[in-house]
């Protein structure tokens, strides 16, 4: 993982680390940024350097955990919008992205094995979107709620995602084993990749819950 630092330019940020593109999106980091370092590209964008860096760490590297410290409460209105961000980022470019690629190899299966798998997919559709509707809904609505309502709600949900994961499970299982010869190898994999791709970043957004909005509510509700 890249040491960040807030004087490091940004694009040498992004030419190590091109995975970090997607962050750059949900934040709306505008182009051009020259050679900027990051810390003058989040006054530029009014978004704190240190809750960016945290952000970066906590994506490159699934163990990594922000400080508590490292979290003031003025940080929550904009982890809220980044989580926010994120779930316009799986609703309107990953799952429809994915959604290509199954209608691809649906055209290509018999009746029944298309059935099946157009099945699977819809469940596991339908089951992020009722979660990131929860979360919409009733996560993001903890910091008007009093203390203990707030954590109860919050408890009760992150436990989906572990659903999803079990989901995504059986899809690939199903792409893996059970197409027929005749679908091409490259589509296997492409919605493999996207499946796959979607089930880790949701694991991050899930830790982003854990270890950085929660933490932050605490302190909101505590400052109140």
Known sequence: MAALAPEMKLFELIDIEPSLLSIFVRLGIRLPFGDASIDEVCKRENYSTTLFMELCRMHLDSEYRP??????SEMLPQVIAYLRASHRYYTHEILPHTAAHLDEILALCDKLVASTLR????????????????????????????????LTQFDDIVVP?????DRTNDIASLVVKCLPETTPTALRYAMLRDIYALRDDLRRHTAVELYMLRPLILKFITRK
């Open 67 to 72: 400080s508590p410290e490292a979290l003031t």
């Open 119 to 150: 099945r699977f997919y819809d469940d596991y559709v339908r089951c992020i979107e009722e979660h990131l509707e929860d979360e919409e809904h009733n996560l993001f609505a903890t910091i008007n709620t009093p203390k203990q309502a707030s």
């Open 161 to 165: 995602h572990a659903d999803i994961d």
